[in-house]
């Protein structure tokens, strides 16, 4: 994700479960229970392969000028007529070049701590530093830690590919909060509530959220998405 209020700069994460696995474990997420996982794809047959409960999604996409229209049409409209936010989301912003896929990850995970019994680590530790604080509270704290750049830095290198560090692939978080789906987008002011949802359908709200994205480039193959299930 090329945009950032720093002059810090990570390497892109790649979207590959098995490297994102890995790197949970190394923040003291296990994954025993729960995993990331590939969705191979939006149809109802192929969503029905992804193993359930599903806790959150991770889509992967490319920014280009029509989807950065839409997302601006999209906040101006929240900013005239507002929008219901759940006071039990985690939200932190995006302030380091390329961090999106730390920042969705925290997304997916600190919105369902209560699944997991986290290990001495990074995430407990900063879920516990963070949890009363602002989304900018929040980003300045994951700009300072050391520990999960280095962790982010060593996964980001075992992707299959050449790094990118000017990539405009980025990353973004869906979650079920109190019968509403929301948008985690660290590049945004706040999260995006995209209407009704539940723990049951939340795989299936996400796809139709991602096709009428995928609808604005229809030619671009730059998309991945990846979900938190059991």
Not at 87 to 101: D, E, I, W
Not at 219 to 225: F, I, P, Q, Y
């Amino acid at each position: 994700m090329p945009e950032s209020t720093s002059t810090k700069k990570w390497f892109p994460l790649e979207s590959n479960p098995d490297i994102m696995n890995r790197y949970i474990e190394k923040l003291g997420v296990p994954t025993d229970s729960y995993a990331f996982t590939d969705v191979f794809g939006l149809d109802d047959e192929l969503l029905q392969m992804v193993p359930q409960p599903v806790l959150a999604v991770l889509l992967l996409y490319p920014i280009t000028k029509e989807n950065e229209a839409a997302s601006k049409l999209k906040d101006s409209d929240i900013e005239q007529h507002g929008q219901i936010l759940s006071s039990q989301l985690y939200f932190l912003k995006q302030t380091v070049g390329n961090a999106c896929g730390t920042v969705g990850i925290i997304h997916a995970i600190a919105n369902n701590a209560s699944h997991f019994s986290f290990t001495d680590g990074f995430m407990q530790d900063f879920l516990k530093l963070t949890g009363g604080q602002n989304a900018d509270e929040r980003a300045k704290a994951l700009e300072k830690d050391e520990k999960v750049e280095a962790a982010h830095e060593s996964s980001a290198q075992q992707g299959s590919g050449n790094i990118d560090m000017d990539t405009n692939l980025h990353f973004v978080c869906f979650v079920e909060k109190e019968g509403n789906l929301y948008e985690l987008d660290g590049r945004r002011a706040q999260p995006v509530n995209h209407g009704p949802s539940s723990s049951d359908t939340l795989l299936y709200d996400v796809a139709r959220v991602v096709k009428q994205y995928m609808a604005l480039n229809p030619d671009d193959v730059n998309w991945n998405v990846v979900a938190l299930s059991s």
